[in-house]
């Protein structure tokens, strides 16, 4: 057993949480128990996850993506009001940890899916270092790069070059819906980018730069940094988690 307050305190010291400029809070979003003996992880705060960490009799909710975005209408009605009163019902904290958990070095979902992947990882830069440089250990083509994170991620990614056949070897990631940063590993003279999603500029981009662009699932890449701080949670305090995954093609 532990209390949230010490979860939350170390949580955010070890994820540096104030050194972060974010779309929504950082830790505590929604209020439950004071002690936490169980701890269901998730990508997002969806209904669907929080009814598991009912089932599961959990008493924290720990997420990548939770609620109460910027820009996002306040008010608590519809799907948030069913969300928050389930939470509330059943005494249950919901935690988020968005860009934080993003770039950690050692949990981050950028770390985490080389990691997976097999990449070595060189650095990190661009805003809030949320860009990570690495290298694959030998050359692949393009296609067998794309073939690999299909294998691994069990998602078709969207593959995007002027040959698939090009070689690559120098990379760079961004886990999530990091397409806006591919000018930047362009800039830095990598072979290809992986990301989560993909928007229209990006096509062009690749044909004309001579850079793969790899949108491989936001969902699908950002699902390994939330269960390696969940397992170092569980760790530091001596309490059980588990990870509760749902399928989700975007």
């Excluded at 691994?152 to 056949?165: E, G, H, T, Y």
């Excluded at 662009?213 to 969902?219: D, L, M, S, V, W």
Aim: net charge negative.
């Amino acid at each position: 057993m532990a209390k949230r307050k010490e979860i939350l305190d170390w949580c955010a010291q070890q994820l540096a949480v104030a050194q972060f400029r974010d779309f929504s809070p950082n830790g505590l979003q929604v209020e439950g128990t004071d002690e936490v003996n169980s701890i269901v992880c998730a990508v997002s705060a969806s209904q669907a996850a929080i009814d598991f960490a009912v089932e599961q009799q959990a008493d924290m909710l720990l997420v990548h993506h939770g609620m109460f975005w910027k820009n996002e209408a306040a008010a608590i009605t519809g799907w948030k009001k069913r969300r928050i009163q389930t939470l509330l019902c059943h005494d249950i904290n919901l935690v988020g940890y968005h860009l934080p958990l993003d770039a950690h070095q050692q949990w981050g979902n950028n770390v985490q899916l080389a990691r997976r992947l097999g990449w070595q990882v060189d650095g990190c830069g661009g805003e809030q270092n949320l860009v990570q440089y690495g290298s694959l250990a030998q050359p692949q083509s393009a296609l067998e790069l794309a073939g690999q994170l299909e294998l691994s991620l069990s998602r078709k990614p969207v593959l995007l070059c002027a040959d698939v056949q090009q070689s690559v070897r120098k990379l760079a990631w961004c886990t999530g819906g990091g397409q806006s940063f591919f000018q930047l590993a362009i800039d830095a003279g990598v072979d290809a980018f992986v990301t989560g999603e993909v928007s229209e500029p990006q096509y062009h981009l690749a044909q004309e730069c001579g850079v793969v662009f790899i949108a491989a699932g936001h969902h699908a890449t950002e699902r390994y940094g939330i269960q390696a701080l969940a397992a170092a949670v569980a760790e530091q305090f001596g309490i059980s988690q588990q990870f509760f995954d749902e399928p989700n093609p975007v």
